[in-house]
């Protein structure tokens, strides 16, 4: 899939849009989503055009990966949920759901998230 350079994402990266953000650094820029579905319900961005995990894990060198993994880490911290527990998710295409085609994680947090898929 190209790259969508109108994506709401790529417009929150370049300040067209507001977002209630909470991190930023060279390599990502965390937001609280729109509509949490958990008390804590964060997304973590790459500030580069990957139009999901796929293309991130084919394209991305490794100080990005790296740089955009710590800050992510740096997000759980802030959060102080390692002892009580998160999830992490990422959605690609169609069967994963994914809304925005811009690369990002959800965190969850702040209750206990259940299974991890509705049973169909
Ligand atoms: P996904 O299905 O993984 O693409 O999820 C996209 C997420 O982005 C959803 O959880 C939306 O609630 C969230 N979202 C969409 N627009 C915004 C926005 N302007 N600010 C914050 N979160 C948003």
Redesign the pocket.
């Known amino acids: 899939m190209e790259y969508d350079k109108n994506n709401?994402?790529a417009r929150?990266l370049r300040k067209e849009?507001p977002?209630?953000i909470i991190y930023e650094d060279e390599y990502a820029l965390a937001?609280?989503?729109?509509?949490?579905?958990a008390p804590i319900?964060v997304?973590v961005i790459p500030k580069k055009e990957y139009v999901s995990f796929f293309d991130f894990a084919e394209k991305a060198s490794p100080e990005f990966v790296y740089g955009f993994t710590k800050a992510i880490h740096h997000v759980i911290k802030s959060f102080d949920l390692r002892k009580d527990g998160f999830r992490i998710?990422?959605?690609h295409s169609v069967h994963?759901?994914?809304?925005?085609?811009h690369f990002?994680f959800?965190i969850f947090g702040g209750r206990p998230l259940g299974r991890m898929l509705t049973p169909p």
Do not use: Y
Request: glycine share 8%; hydrophobic share 40%.
């Open positions: 709401i994402f929150i849009i977002a209630d937001f609280h989503d729109v509509n949490p579905q319900h997304l998710l990422s959605n994963g759901g994914q809304e925005v085609p990002h959800h």
